[in-house]
């Protein structure tokens, strides 16, 4: 679904009032050069934007805006400037607000940054207590840090990640604050990053492209265990690069080995993950996907990876349907942006993926709705397709360690991925004489079948066959 189009270095803003079905709104908020932004919601539901604005004269100087809407992106109230243009160069701002009911800091407001004016670049750090004020927070004397990204734990932690290196990229930085922004620990290197793509100029750019590909980490927090998960693009040995993630589960008290995202055999490039996690406990990553393509590594998709176990297993589809080839915008002021990062919201079973590519011979902005639960349709028919008597309809689930019984056709509610093992009747059902199942997936006679649910099932059914001599029924769970 396309939103809109964005020109030029403008922030641009959309809502929708129907669930991502329709959308509205303006390719720019203001008219003067500004971009970077971020959104976040807190718990009254107000939506706050974070911006950058670019200021002229010597130097890069720059200052950080944030603007308030309170009723869903219709409108915005005066913005407030975070810091002034006069005083050093920004880059990046991330804003992330605390709205969860159990914190002590409950609708406080936190914006990072990354300070620009010398090399190694640092990492600096804002809250509505005072946004004038601001603080370093960390700092590598012989590797700049870059592109913050922020997530608020359930009890109010402030949990930051970052690029260690610029522009070549070594690492992941991790750093938290247990006390609304107070004080922050040292940052820790989570995860060894091999930059991918080619040095060009003053950035590395992605192969066959010409696109900068900045290490951007995206982080979020399970609202239901306070898991930590964390994901980064990386070039991988023999491998083009993939998306991994790490994670830090309170059981374990570290970090997780890194895991590879996408489960492509290919050669070809994974990048610009971004994450989220729901609050029934589901992970959806999004992220440029180039396994369409493994002879050229050209064409690109978009693809999300989810998990519903706390990302031990990940299952990848495309959610954008059509290829593109990405590349630099045209009015790109080095010649070498398509955009650094993508997006991706969730809540409860819905996740709201959001990004852009030309494959309608422009940059637009896209999304998909993505419902994980689905209903699917379980049937059982005669071979010819007519029904089985009024008595026989009927099939078993398999649901709590037990054969549950549901009448034809039955629907079931289920979950994208989710295993389901169903049996049919082994009645004999006269005129012709008809026993045995054969599945619509397969010509396996085996009763109790195993049937993983993708986006594309909707229909299940099994249908009876002539009775034969010498046909086994396989009658037991494996």
Known sequence: MKLNSKKGSRVGYFYSNDGGYTWNGSEQIHSESNHDPTVAYDANGNVYLCYLRPWSGSGAKAAIFIEKSTNNGLSWQTRTQLSAPDIYDIDKPFLAIDNNANSPYLNKKYVFWVYNRSIPYTIYFSSSDNFSA??????????????PYA????NGEIYAVFGIGYPKCTGIGFLKSTDGGQTFTQYVKIASVEQIGTMQGNHYVLNN??????????????????????VYQSKNSNRGSDVFMVKYTYGDNNWSSP????????????????????????????????????????????????????????????????????????NSSRGQFMGDYIGVASNNNKAFPVWVDDHQSGFEIYTSLIDYEKNITVNQLRE??????????????????????????????TQIWETKIIKGIQDTIRNPSEKYNRWNVD????????????????EIIAKLKPTYSNITIQNSLK
């Open 134 to 147: 601001k603080k370093k927070i960390a700092k590598n004397s012989s590797s700049s840090l870059m592109s």
């Open 151 to 154: 997530a608020i734990g359930n």
């Open 209 to 230: 492209a010409g696109i900068r590909v900045d290490t951007n980490p995206s982080i979020a927090v399970d609202p239901l265990n306070g898991a930590i998960y964390v």
């Open 259 to 330: 895991i590879r995202v996408n489960n492509d055999e290919t050669n070809t490039d994974q990048w610009f993950p971004s994450i989220s996690v729901s609050e029934s406990h589901k992970i959806t990553i999004v992220y440029y996907d180039r396994s369409i393509d493994p002879q050229n590594n050209t064409l690109s998709t978009v693809s999300i990876a989810y998990s519903n176990d706390g990302g031990n297993v990940f299952h990848n589809y495309d959610v954008s349907n059509i290829s593109f080839r990405p590349k630099p915008l045209s």
């Open 384 to 413: 010819d397709g007519r029904e089985l008597p009024l008595d026989k309809r009927h099939i078993w689930v398999w649901e709590n360690n037990s054969f549950v019984q549901k009448n034809t056709p039955a629907t079931l509610p």
């Open 443 to 458: 010509n396996n006679v085996t009763n109790f079948r195993e049937f993983e649910i993708t986006s594309e099932t909707n």
